[in-house]
């Protein structure tokens, strides 16, 4: 039993999630709320003028959109050390290592150091390359992780007022079309090189999108076609409410079983009626929970199809052609160095991060608890919480600085995403990487098949069963 | 069809399968050793930087000189310098250098020698520098005693004799012999010779105690430890050295008045200096023995007139 480790590997992950996501917190929490309500409220009040004059005001309303930005430009650079460190440390656990344990305390000031190290490398254009398409590959490839986890923002906070401005009504059709823009900078950035390694990894990188990008967006478009929205917050609203009625599971085709549960296993009031509820959600009877098993069935494919797309998407083994190290050296980012290399580095580890949240989002309820409900209720949390939400009533209530039901949806999401990240790891500990020709016939002969079988199937098996959408 | 799906479900279950395995690992105890703080046991055969050993009960060089490991030494890194006395038509070692910059550590030179006077020690830890300190002279390639006896048991090899240099007549009596020489060459030359010894003798009495200070230094610290030994070896080799210096001495001073007959003397000598060293050993009480080889050396001096 490992238990010392696995103590470390959870001590920093608790000790770098607090500091990154307290970091986020407390910027964002400074610049969304503190300081405008300072200079709208505060200010008038000393200056003994009645109203703030226009101009504050408009600082305060660009302070307040301007947070969601802030929030991701806090939140990467932090995440990405933590990321790097925590796949170092778990791959360790998995092949028996023991993982960077020097630095710091137990290396948990690992990539900090590394961070700094990198910051200080020479930056080197190799001669011959095109220095401008060198130079804007990187910044290609980093900005989308920035814009396109934008309308992310709103979803796994509970649709809180700051993060309200980013949110789009085609929200999971604007991510997906930000997610495809990196592939372009990886070309580029193999291109502009000049050199084979990189242009070879390039092209590869372009081969294995144009390929992968199909099933990852058939599952999503499934997904969307459930749930009858393209709207990412829509679609964490109607997830809510327990794990039977996550899009993992049938997309809403359990959630009627979960209403109708209680009732049946006598936990609430037995005389209530429940056919004609059950009729209501299962309009045909036996074929609407044949209908509805079937779903739960394509949606977990769909899940892990998911999944595979998006492990190919942002180049992670198995499917890490394009920077093999064994065959290319390093791929597309073989001639980067210093600064430029750190950014390809911070924008691939966001990459892993944001597809985490897509599939959260998407698939696992998004700050949804995944507690049933009738165990919460039977703990004792009442008391608890209102003697919490006292004792914090002056942060709560004052400051504004907690909002509960965001702090627990943005728990709940930052436990799933990580634990998406985790399994990532975890295949990466265990999987080969790919041959190109198998990487093309697993992609074109069985995946793109497959999300067109299971979007035929789960349009028909649909119309049986009432969704979420 | 069925085929596909069976393939499907087939290569689903290798690949949990796989992840299962990977993830049990992390329960397992991690099987890295944590190098500067924990050495691991090397196997008594491990190819580590070479030495060259004494006799592990009486201290003598076991180097013959008889170049078979520089013969034999693939990457040309052993440098013997040695020449012919001519007392006593054997071979003296005057150098020995190996370049453990070029060596490979193959141990060939280790598996020829005649006497297992070059062994692989367990220290690896040869970082330096420069290239120029990668080349070992004889003096930091010899163990000392304690040393040799460590590698000597930890590679079970036989113990080898005692040197057979001393001639029996000799071995009866140094001083005799030493007297029988002076009545037949002269007097002045033996009694040169005579102070020569002498000399020698109280350089190795000193070198002596100073290697007694080392050893006595070297038992709080576990002989076990190669680390430790190889640490304190660049302590113990010096006066070892001083004892090599002596014995050069000797043979100078043999080379020099050659009217007398100096191959007795010479013996005698020698037979002294290793007497006095065998002695010094066995002591319990090592300065204080040293004091008394000291005061036996100058009985020595004495006797032979
Ligand atoms: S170990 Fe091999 S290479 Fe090294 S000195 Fe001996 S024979 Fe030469
Ligand atoms: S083989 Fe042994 S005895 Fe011969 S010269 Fe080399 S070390 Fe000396």
Redesign the pocket.
Known sequence: MNAAEIYKLSRLAIFWLSVTFGAVWVACWGVGVFIPSLITGKMPFLLQVDNPSTTVVFIADLLRSLTPILSLLVFIPINAMFMVLFERRSLALFTVRMGPNRHGFDGLAQTAADAVKLLFKEDITPRGADAFMFTLAPIIFFAPSIFGALPLLAAVTNNHDLFKVANLPTGIFYILAAASIPVVALVMAGWASNNKYSLVGGLRSAAQAISYEIPLVLSLVTMCLLAGTLDVVEIVEQQKGGILNWNILGGGALSGYDKLAPYWLNLVDTSFDTSAMFGQFYPVPWLSSIMAFVLVICTVLLFGLYLTGACAEINRIPFDLPEAESELVSGYNTEYSGIKFAIFFLAEFTNLFVVSSIATVMFLGGGDNPIPKWILDRLPLEPISNALGSLLSPLIKDLMFIDPATFWAAFWVIVKVYSIVFFAILVRGTLPRFRIDQLMDFGWKRLIPLALILFVVVVFARTWVVCHG | MANLLDRAVESFKRVGEGLKTVFMHSFREPTTQEYPEKIQDLAPHFRGRLA?AVNPDTGDH?????????RVCPDKC?E?TAHKSPETNKLELIDFKIDHGLCMFCGL?TE????T??INTNDFEMADYSRESLIYDIKRLTLTQDESTYYFDKKELPRPKPKAAAKPAAAAGAAGAAAKSAAAGGDAAAKAAAAKAAAAKAAAAKAAAAKAAAAKTDDGETKAEPKAESKSEEKAAEPKADAEAAKKDVVEAKTEDITAEPKADAEAAKKDVVEAKTEDKAAEAPEKDAKKDVKEAKADEKDPE
């Open positions: 060259l076991l180097c013959i000189s008889c170049r078979q490991c520089e052993i013997i030179c020829v020698c005649p006497t006077c070059i």
